[in-house]
């Protein structure tokens, strides 16, 4: 396969691009006074402009500063609080005529040329004797005769990449298909559920209503009963009514025949004995009849008027019979009363014959006038039946209206309940349709539901078939980046370069321990021997040196490491002095935490959401991490001495990565992973010399792929780690190369740094 040159492909901005020039390399000194160099990388201006303040940034510098800094970026100088907004910079253009018209000197080694600060520029980019920059964006300033093998050695491990790229896009589009597909089954699932919801809903609306019409049914077949039982009663109750009235009618009758012959036998009596006689006792036998005819009279219009109040309906027709069986017995009562009368009356017939001979003749007129009273009285006794007589048919004439209306009520009644009868059986015909329609419909449902439930079987083993190629493709994408992780870092195996050497001057250490690398590519490194940080760029050029040795601000006593924060502040913690500082990239002084905290070694800088900016610090002896405020505060203190879970022996070098820390664990041979609050998740690494095997682990770094970089002390290598299942990836460097390692950092393009610090320099991969 062809390898495409660098042009014809969207190569991103070389991480070189420049931010001032090296004051060595202008033959005037003067050139080398602060108001030459820029306030932020300290290097002779490059395209000068300035602030509102005066103050003079190289373009690169001052643009990073404002992009970092949004919304509102301040000056870099410490006492100065201008606000650097791009409407109010200025170009520097006499400035930066004057700078192009200096003389400058090549600093490539055995190099003699020398010309204007405008031809530097070009020269550079042709000088035998120089270096190069990676086209692919590596850090690694490579010399030009080796650049040909460095660039086939970048363009393979792009292919690599670019076909890992494609591949996950083909995956990103498989997920967003898996993405569909789920929302459909999920919209068939939801339908499949409104649907039986329905049918639950159509069994219980058609249990209601079989129910409903059963109910009707009874009804019915209640009302029918109660029809018979109302024409029954009103037979019964008319039957009654009719046989009292000829029962009392008869009554009458005989009454009248018994007052008609005592008024006969009355006119015969002659003599004035037996006018006496029956003056004394039938007369009041007569009247006896009269009082008990008259009770029974008031008793029978009682009982009539009480029949008056008698109702159409089932109990009002119950309570006429049984008034109707009362009247009865009154009646012959009444009888037997006449009957008692009416021997009384031929007992007092008896009498007066037996007195008959007795009365004088000269009595007859006396006599008469006593029968004509008497007669009178039975006239009007006779008027008074009379008259009880009409009122006793005229109660009957009106109970019989009230029968006929009754009996006209039960007929509408029964009316009322056939009418009810047909309007149920039209509501049973109904329903029974209806249980017809949701019969048929509950059939589609359940043949949607079937419907449904094959299709979500086939959507689920399409989903499953898509999981299962999503799943070899990311294993093959995973093998096949782990495979380009691996060739990179054998690549770099024997492709590592080194600064610095053993000395306190100015490209020189002492012991170097902890590395950092800021956003704009600044290297920082804690110079444990000679009690300071040393500065550099990215291929090794000496900044400048923060620090002397002391207790007092901004002096340290063997620092050990060094961290940036969100802020671009630097963090560094003190063995010696048993403290951390807190300063400026230009070495002024911010605060001190933690005095006389314990003999810390690492530290990590992270932000956490209630918290703001805070520091985790390692202590070696106490066997512990301790998580303080960037204001001072200590927030926690996790780990005890031991080998457990949790427990440390030696912890040292630490890192934060995506809301987790991870601490490096010496004399127990392994990294340990935390919540940001001290709570253990997991651990990885044993003692021993084989790949994954780690011996006195001493620093950790994450490169720009998430992995995991531990160096290795007595193994002299560095070992890489996947950052999810913290699996052995690739091991690089011998004894040849590190000597005791300590220190790692990775650029944000890949180069490793580690703090060789058996040789007393840097060593770069």
Excluded at 375 to 381: R, W
Excluded at 439 to 462: C, M, N, P, Y
Excluded at 546 to 554: C, R, T, Y
Excluded at 590 to 607: C, D, F, Q, W
């Amino acid at each position: 396969m062809a390898i495409k040159p660098p042009g014809s492909m969207p190569w991103r901005k070389s991480p070189f691009q420049r931010k001032g020039y090296p004051p060595e390399i202008f033959q005037d000194e003067n050139f080398r006074e602060k108001k030459y160099l820029c306030s932020h990388c300290h290097q002779v201006l490059d395209q000068p402009r300035s602030g509102p303040c005066g103050h003079r940034y190289c373009r690169l510098c001052l643009e990073d500063r404002i992009d970092r800094m949004r919304p509102t970026a301040e000056c870099y100088w410490k006492d100065c609080q201008a606000v650097l907004k791009p409407a109010k910079l200025v170009d520097e253009k006499d400035l930066a005529n004057e700078l192009e018209e200096q003389t400058v000197k090549c600093d490539s080694g055995p190099c003699e040329w020398s010309g204007s600060l405008r031809d530097y520029v070009k020269h550079e980019e042709e000088c035998q004797y120089g270096y190069s920059c990676c086209p692919f964006g590596c850090d690694v300033k490579t010399p030009r005769p080796r650049i040909s093998r460095h660039y086939k050695q970048h363009a393979l491990l792009h292919q690599d990449l670019q076909t890992a790229e494609q591949q996950t896009g083909v995956i990103d589009q498989l997920k967003t298909e898996v993405e569909k597909v789920q929302h459909d089954v999920d919209a068939m699932q939801k339908s499949q559920a409104a649907c039986k919801k329905d049918v639950t809903v159509v069994r219980t609306e058609s249990t209601r209503l079989s129910r409903s019409v059963q109910k009707l049914h009874a009804e019915q077949l209640k009302s029918v009963a109660t029809k018979g039982e109302l024409d029954a009663t009103r037979q019964d109750s008319t039957q009654s009514v009719l046989d009292l009235k000829n029962e009392m009618i008869a009554a009458m009758e005989e009454s009248n025949a018994v007052l008609t012959q005592h008024a006969e036998q009355l006119k015969s009596v002659a003599t004035k004995g037996e006018l006496d006689a029956t003056r004394q006792h039938p007369t009041q036998s007569v009247l006896d009849l009269k009082h008990e005819m008259t009770a029974a009279m008031e008793e029978k219009n009682a009982v009539l008027t009480q029949n008056l109040k008698i109702t159409a309906t089932k109990d009002e027709l119950a309570a006429v019979s049984k008034e109707a069986t009362r009247v009865s017995k009154s009646v012959l009562e009444a009888k037997h009363g006449a009957a008692a009368a009416m021997e009384r009356s031929n007992e007092a017939l008896a009498q007066m014959e037996a007195l008959k001979r007795d009365i004088p003749s000269t009595d007859y007129t006396a006599v008469l006038a006593m029968l004509t009273e008497i007669l009178s009285s039975v006239d009007a006794l006779t008027a008074s039946q009379q008259s009880i007589t009409d009122k006793t048919q005229q109660q009957f004439g009106a109970l019989s209206q009230r029968l006929e209306k009754g009996e006209q009520d039960t007929t509408a009644a029964c009316q009322r309940i056939v009418e009810m009868q047909n309007q149920t059986n039209t509501t049973v015909r109904q329903l029974q349709e209806q249980n017809a329609t949701t019969s048929t419909s509950i059939g589609q449902l359940l043949e949607e539901q079937q419907d449904t439930s094959d299709k979500v079987s086939r959507v689920s083993a399409a989903v499953t078939t898509i999981q299962q190629v999503q799943s070899d493709m990311r294993s093959d994408l995973e093998g096949k980046i782990a495979g380009a992780t691996q060739n990179h870092y054998r690549s770099i195996h024997n492709n590592s370069s080194s600064f610095g050497s053993k000395g306190n001057g100015r490209e020189q250490f002492t012991n170097p321990y902890g590395i950092t690398i800021s956003n704009d590519g600044t290297v920082f490194i804690a110079d444990f021997g000679n009690h300071r940080v040393k500065i550099t760029t990215l291929d090794g050029t000496y900044i400048r040196d923060i620090g002397k040795l002391g207790s007092g601000n901004a002096e340290f006593k063997d620092p050990t490491d060094v961290a940036v924060d969100d802020d671009g502040d630097l963090v560094v913690v003190e063995y010696g002095n048993r403290r951390l500082q807190v300063l400026h990239q230009d070495g002024s002084y911010v605060k001190t935490i933690g005095n006389g905290m314990g003999e810390s070694h690492g530290v990590a800088a992270l932000s956490l959401p209630q918290h703001g900016i805070c520091y985790a610090v390692t202590d070696l002896y106490d066997h512990c991490v301790r998580v303080f405020t960037k204001g001072g505060r200590q927030l926690n203190k996790f780990g005890t001495k031991g080998s457990g879970p949790g427990q440390f022996n030696g912890p040292q070098g630490i890192i934060s990565s995506d809301g987790r820390l991870l601490v490096v664990d010496i004399y127990n041979h392994r990294i340990q992973v935390f919540t940001t609050d001290g709570n253990f998740i997991t651990m990885f690494g044993s003692e021993g010399e084989s790949d994954g095997q780690l011996k006195h682990p001493r620093y950790i770094a994450e490169d720009r792929h998430g992995h995991f970089l531990v160096t290795e002390e007595y193994n002299h290598r560095v070992q890489v780690f996947t950052s999810d299942t913290f699996s052995h990836v690739a091991t690089f460097g011998s004894r040849s190369c590190l000597s005791h390692p300590n220190g790692i950092a990775v650029s944000p393009s890949g180069t490793v740094y580690v703090s060789n610090w058996g040789k007393d320099c840097i060593t770069m991969f």
